[in-house]
């Protein structure tokens, strides 16, 4: 293939990878299973420079340099010091490329294949090569006794949350485990944030703390202190967390609940996610998400089964959208008519017409305690659903 033909060649499979890459965040199981700003913060971020590497690679010919996948390198190590299995970290690695691979070589013309045959060897050399310098890295940050301090705590917050004995994980005298926490479970928000390392870090930063990732976030056990219910470590839990610009959406929830004894703990876990999960799905303005505070809400989410034919009260209203508005503010204003009609800048005839018709489509009157207690309900079920509530 002439020189001229092969660089435009590329050039061309580069741009179609490179917007194939979006795709295989946003559908293949691995990234599907992590929190969405992890995935942007780390995982998207590798994956462009393992394309770029990669074509550089192809172009060149050149063996890309320890330096020039340090950074490569480096995010795949925090995502194992944040918790991952090295194995899941370098799987990853085949799956993106056997997804982009295939995509890139669907779309290709014939004189492109050509090209894809002669890469197939210098794509296996390249994942070989990135997936060694990540193992070799990980292998010597075992022998950093942070590293192995870091292993040994995420070890006994394993046993903490599955209700295990941690004993054995405790052999290191400079750990002390506790038997009461407070437990922090931490939702990011869907936009994208360049601080999640920083939360973490400040996060990790608490003395004591048994830290650990989950599926969408983290999850924090905090010691507590002699005659500490839970307030004081909370309030003080508040002060470390980076403030939000004014303005800005909320970009991640705690859910806390306080475990007075170990064996308290898969409990008090259970319910601080679905704090957690309430403050995200119900996007709330306040970060730390208590019990007391969302009493109404918790009951509803703890409904299970019937959370969703709860949230189907509200379907004769999807067709409806002015309806579903003036219920939506009457019920955010106490179930108050005129309020109601100044805040939609309507009449309150109007107001009294469109809550008519809620009834008749429902079959619920709004004007009804009880009929207004199921719609409330219904209406925070539905907010939970549609945002695919995961306690």
Known sequence: MHPLTRDRALEEMYRRAAAFRDETTAA??????????????GLERGAKLNIDLFFDFLRSGRTPSEADTREVVEIAVGRVRDGEPLEEVLDRYRIGAEFIFGRVRAAASDHERELLIDAALPLLHYITLVTGRIANACVQRVSDPRWELLERRRAIADALLTGSDPIEWADEPAIAVPDSFLIGVFRLGAARA???GELRHRIEAIPGVFLRLDSGGWTALLPLQPGDDGDATAAALATRLPSRPAGQPTPFWV???????????????????ALAELGRCLARPETLCRRADLMFEYTIAASGPARPGLAAVLAPLDAQPLLAETLEVFVDSGFNQLATARMLNIHRNTVTYRLARVHELTGLD????TDAMTLSAARIARRLESASFMP
């Open 194 to 196: 360049a601080d999640t």
């Open 28 to 41: 293949m199981p691995p990234y599907t299973k992590l929190p969405a700003p992890l995935v942007v913060d």
């Open 366 to 369: 709004p004007h009804r305690p």
């Open 255 to 273: 859910g806390v609940s306080t475990a007075a004894t170990r064996a308290d703990i898969p409990a008090r876990a259970a319910e601080a996610r």
